[in-house]
């Protein structure tokens, strides 16, 4: 690997430190399998579900975020005050509708000095919120440090009884967050490269409770305030030619834009789905099963997955200083992104 890849000096945009937060219940592959009938070795071995974390009575979208981002200052060892920019990478599924939860999370972290918003890309947020904070410190000089932080309990929101959404089975919950500051070449934010479609734009979605359908106590009854899919078949149709080969793309792309190879790749960073899916990225790669992490006791905490594959990857030695690290998502919409790190310090 070439040690000359990447910025400089002030050019750098490095990540000071990341951190995640878990709900300590869990929903089992057994607990799946009971509540949507199918048999517990296809919820274990196709769906690669063990377990799943699932949200306690205080675990909020915004609160496990602010928990997340307590724990990666103190990392850190950052005054709150010091930091510029606090961007929301949680869901919208949170505490309320129509809400800014990054000026709730800027308040609670005592980023006092900050200006904060919120990002949106379903599971793609944090690959999306990564390229837009590195190329808004690189254009202000007034933004040094940015906390990206948020949470995710869009498990609230599958109904088990419904086939339809069986590829979200898997949805769980938690929190996760990371600090980036510019000048600071260590674990350097390379280039990232994402890939939207809006032809499957209204393939997956909550029917009711937005401007369309109001929500109703009929509504309510029939569950329509949870994830649907209005035409599986034409989806799946559709997202069979594509999906697998822009998550290749992005990766290529990403990998390429930060002066590498393919071949360069250290560890990846990848969110959850099914076994098949997960080896068969691994195996296109060329990459070994012990350069990734499967979360099969996590299932898939959105767009926290990167962040949490990242934390799990360094307490197993999975990283070292000079690999290549790329964080690779996807999100319904649909949505694909990928972005290089190059962990440890920059030798060039």
């Known amino acids: 690997m070439n040690d000359d890849k990447g910025a400089s000096g002030a050019a750098a945009v490095g990540l000071l430190s990341l951190a995640t937060y878990v709900p300590s219940a869990f929903m089992s592959a ?29 675990d909020h979208s915004c609160e496990m975020g602010i928990l997340a981002a307590r724990l990666a200052i ?40 900050a200006w904060a918003f919120d990002a949106a890309l379903r599971c793609g947020t944090t690959i999306m919120a990564l390229k837009v904070a590195k190329s808004l410190m690189l254009a202000d000089a007034s933004i040094r440090t940015v906390l990206l932080a948020g949470g995710y309990r869009n498990v609230d929101l599958i109904d088990y009884s419904n086939p339809r959404t ?47 359908q109001p929500l109703t106590p009929e509504l309510l009854a029939q569950r329509q305030p949870q994830l649907d899919v209005p035409d599986p078949e034409a989806m799946k149709r559709r997202l069979d030619r594509t999906s697998m080969q822009r998550f290749l793309e992005v990766v290529k792309r990403a990998v390429e834009k930060s002066g590498y190879r393919l071949e360069d790749i250290a560890y990846l960073a990848i969110l959850h789905m099914k076994r098949s899916a997960h080896d068969y990225i691994l195996r296109e790669l060329g990459l070994r099963e012990e350069q990734s992490l499967y979360l099969q006791d996590y299932g898939h905490i ?12 360094l307490e197993q030695g999975k990283i070292k200083d000079g690999d290549l690290v790329v964080l690779v998502s996807a999100g319904i919409g649909y949505a694909w992104g990928a972005t290089a790190i190059r962990w440890g310090g920059n030798k060039g």
């Open 302 to 313: 959105g767009q926290i997955d990167q962040i949490l594959s990242l934390e799990l990857g």
């Open 30 to 58: 057994r607990d799946i399998a009971e509540a949507s009938g199918l048999p517990e070795d296809v919820v274990e071995q196709k769906l690669g579900i063990r377990r799943k974390p699932v949200p306690g009575p205080d």
């Open 74 to 113: 103190g990392k850190a060892g950052i005054d709150p005050g010091d930091i510029d920019l606090v961007i929301y990478i949680g869901e919208e599924h949170k505490e309320y509708p129509v809400w800014t939860a990054a000026l709730q999370l800027q308040h609670a972290v005592g980023a006092v000095n």
């Open 166 to 212: 069986r590829f979200m089975y898997n949805l769980a919950a938690g929190g996760g967050a990371m600090l980036l500051r510019r000048g600071v070449p260590q674990h350097e934010v390379l280039e990232s490269h994402l890939i939207t479609d809006g032809s499957f734009a209204q393939d997956v979605i909550v029917p009711a409770g937005g401007t369309k």
